[in-house]
């Protein structure tokens, strides 16, 4: 039998969001931003894990008005990102 495709469809709960992955001396996080046409842009960036690289990482969300973000990470390496 044949594949088909199918049309599904995704429902977009946060359209502003953003996911990191969380090491010792770096965090790459990547912005999701969906418009109303469900258009997604992603906007990708790497961030020292050290206080400046902390306040460039919390400004940049800012900038996205971004305050949904799910982390990934090994370790205790998340705690200052979540005092941000």
Known sequence: MPKTK?????DIVYPVCCGMDIHKSFIVACIAVTNESSHTEHHLKRFSTFQKGLRELAAWLKSFNCFDVCMESAGKYWIPILML
């Open 6 to 10: 199918s049309s599904r469809t995704v």
